[in-house]
């Protein structure tokens, strides 16, 4: 049998001296005089084909706002809570629950894949209710996973796996990683219709009309509050009405809830849609995060769940889900978690929590009105009603790419070239400010 050949790739890295002697250059007295240079013009690296891949649409926007040096420049792109002096946020409840875990002197070890015990009892009351059916009969498979991205990425490899061939349908638009998310994991995803841009409202009809003319059994990926980018959401009303079309069809719904007590203020309220969905017996999937509502931004803390019919069918979904976790990322981290386990199995810390979360979305609430009256002021003529009609973090301002350029050049106000504003990001002394340079744009860019 003949020799394997030589990696291309790792012979340039042999040592200049190698050949049938291998003693070293000082042992044969010979004298090296190959500049070490030399070595990079062995050839091109086995990966130059690889192309650069396209800058990150939301985070390259704090990247040019960090470069900007003009005073008045605002970043609007990225969905991240700021104070009124637009700085970042650690909720009082997580500075708490830290001083009480430090002083509890917990260890460091590994977590099972499965993630902390406490969170995940704790994830699952808080999203479908203490007195669940679907949790006190044991149907409900939870993994603790890496925030909402994480979550989504082991829903999104469990729908590859078990669901082949299935397609994701995600409503259009959506948040711009979930085409990411399933694309990489070998799911295949086409698009709903959600927006209607000449009401900036919801298009139930389209909406309607395409889960019943998707394939039976589809996945559709629905925000269980604060849609983003447009932070418009369905009502009660046609949350049934869109659980009525999906029962008919057997399709799955997969909720990405990511900002829950977060979108309006209360938990409950935000949970509303899932807990519909579960309450009629719909069998779903659920990715769950902790960034917004809890601040643990860098913590990265969430879950997936599926929420089933039967506790066998659930008990057989955890285990794979927790081989999916653990060919993944092995486990999850335990820091952040125990910040969320704490803080919600503490009574008075959980109560806390609840005035903290009105406190943020009051906040977004105050600023989101203050832009409607400036926006109103600077051009009575135009309907800005869908500023206030829109809920959670982000408001879809309807301005076009060109427009957006406009913002940004003229105006340094940062944001994503689909239009979406963080009204996070917006502090009341800025928002005259910027209604102006909305108003600029809409008028002086077609």
């Not at 790739?9 to 240079?37: E, I, Q």
């Not at 015990?117 to 699952?124: I, K, L, P, Q």
């Not at 979108?263 to 949970?271: F, P, Q, T």
């Not at 109560?351 to 926006?375: C, F, P, Q, S």
């Given at each position: 049998?003949?020799?394997?050949?030589?990696s291309?790739?790792?012979?340039?890295?042999?040592?200049?001296?190698?050949?049938?002697?291998?003693?070293?250059?000082?042992?044969?007295?010979?004298?090296?005089?190959?500049?070490?240079?030399a070595a990079?013009?062995?050839?091109?690296?086995?990966?130059?084909?690889?192309?650069?891949?396209?800058?990150?649409?939301?985070?390259?926007?704090?990247?040019?706002?960090?470069?900007?040096?003009?005073?008045?420049?605002?970043?609007?792109?990225?969905?991240?809570?700021?104070?009124?002096?637009?700085?970042p946020?650690?909720?009082?409840?997580?500075?708490?629950?830290?001083?009480?875990?430090?002083?509890?002197?917990?260890?460091?070890?590994?977590?099972?894949?499965?993630?902390?015990?406490?969170?995940?009892?704790?994830?699952?009351?808080?999203?479908?209710?203490?007195?669940?059916?679907?949790?006190?009969?044991?149907?409900?498979?939870?993994?603790?996973?890496?925030?909402?991205?994480?979550?989504?990425?082991?829903?999104?490899?469990?729908?590859?796996?078990?669901l082949?061939?299935?397609?994701?349908?995600?409503?259009?638009?959506?948040?711009?990683?979930?085409k990411?998310?399933?694309?990489?994991?070998?799911?295949?995803?086409?698009?709903?219709?959600?927006?209607?841009?000449?009401?900036?409202?919801?298009?139930?009809?389209?909406?309607?009309?395409?889960?019943?003319?998707?394939?039976?059994?589809?996945?559709?990926?629905?925000?269980?509050?604060?849609?983003n980018?447009?932070?418009?959401?369905?009502?009660?009303?046609?949350?049934?009405?869109?659980?009525?079309?999906?029962?008919?069809?057997?399709?799955?719904?997969?909720?990405?809830?990511?900002?829950?007590?977060?979108?309006?203020?209360?938990?409950?309220?935000?949970?509303?849609?899932?807990?519909?969905?579960?309450?009629?017996?719909?069998?779903?999937f659920?990715?769950?995060?902790?960034?917004?509502?809890?601040?643990?931004?860098?913590?990265?803390?969430?879950?997936?769940?599926?929420?089933?019919?039967?506790?066998?069918?659930?008990?057989?979904?955890?285990?794979?889900?927790?081989?999916?976790?653990?060919?993944?990322?092995?486990?999850?981290?335990?820091?952040?978690?125990?910040?969320?386990?704490?803080?919600?199995?503490?009574?008075?810390?959980?109560?806390?929590?609840?005035?903290?979360?009105?406190?943020?979305?009051?906040?977004?609430?105050?600023?989101?009105?203050?832009?409607y009256?400036?926006?109103?002021?600077?051009?009575?003529?135009?309907?800005?009603?869908?500023?206030?009609?829109?809920?959670?973090?982000?408001?879809?301002?309807g301005?076009?790419?060109?427009?957006?350029?406009?913002?940004t050049?003229?105006?340094?106000?940062?944001?994503?070239k689909?239009?979406?504003?963080?009204?996070?990001?917006?502090?009341?002394?800025?928002?005259?400010?910027?209604a102006?340079?909305?108003?600029?744009?809409?008028?002086?860019?077609?």
């Amino acid at each position: 049998m003949s020799a394997l050949a030589p990696s291309h790739f790792l012979a340039a890295r042999a040592p200049v001296w190698a050949s049938s002697d291998r003693r070293s250059p000082k042992a044969r007295g010979a004298v090296n005089t190959t500049p070490r240079a030399a070595a990079s013009a062995a050839g091109p690296s086995f990966l130059s084909a690889v192309e650069q891949a396209p800058p990150d649409p939301i985070l390259g926007v704090s990247v040019a706002f960090r470069e900007c040096t003009d005073p008045n420049k605002l970043n609007l792109g990225v969905g991240a809570y700021r104070t009124e002096e637009l700085k970042p946020y650690v909720l009082e409840v997580v500075r708490t629950a830290e001083k009480m875990m430090l002083e509890a002197e917990y260890d460091k070890e590994y977590l099972p894949m499965q993630g902390l015990a406490e969170f995940n009892v704790a994830t699952t009351e808080l999203l479908l209710g203490k007195e669940s059916l679907a949790v006190k009969e044991g149907r409900v498979a939870t993994v603790q996973s890496l925030s909402g991205t994480g979550s989504l990425r082991v829903g999104a490899a469990f729908i590859a796996k078990f669901l082949p061939g299935t397609a994701v349908y995600l409503p259009s638009p959506t948040w711009g990683n979930h085409k990411n998310i399933f694309a990489d994991s070998g799911v295949e995803w086409k698009e709903y219709k959600y927006y209607n841009p000449a009401t900036i409202g919801l298009d139930l009809e389209g909406m309607l009309a395409d889960i019943n003319a998707a394939p039976s059994g589809s996945v559709f990926i629905l925000h269980g509050c604060a849609h983003n980018p447009t932070g418009v959401d369905p009502t009660m009303e046609q949350w049934h009405q869109i659980a009525d079309a999906i029962q008919a069809k057997g399709h799955v719904p997969f909720f990405d809830v990511a900002y829950q007590g977060f979108a309006s203020g209360n938990l409950e309220e935000d949970a509303a849609s899932v807990r519909l969905f579960a309450d009629r017996g719909i069998e779903f999937f659920c990715a769950q995060s902790y960034s917004k509502n809890l601040g643990l931004y860098a913590e990265r803390v969430g879950a997936i769940n599926a929420v089933l019919n039967d506790a066998a069918s659930a008990k057989t979904t955890l285990s794979q889900m927790n081989r999916i976790a653990r060919a993944m990322y092995s486990n999850p981290p335990v820091h952040g978690a125990r910040i969320a386990a704490t803080v919600i199995g503490d009574p008075t810390l959980f109560a806390r929590w609840n005035e903290e979360m009105g406190e943020m979305a009051g906040r977004i609430k105050t600023v989101r009105k203050m832009l409607y009256d400036d926006l109103t002021k600077v051009n009575p003529d135009k309907d800005w009603s869908f500023v206030t009609r829109q809920i959670g973090m982000f408001s879809f301002t309807g301005l076009n790419p060109a427009q957006v350029e406009n913002m940004t050049n003229k105006h340094a106000i940062y944001m994503t070239k689909d239009g979406r504003i963080s009204l996070a990001g917006l502090s009341q002394a800025k928002c005259e400010y910027l209604a102006s340079a909305i108003d600029d744009s809409f008028k002086s860019v077609e």
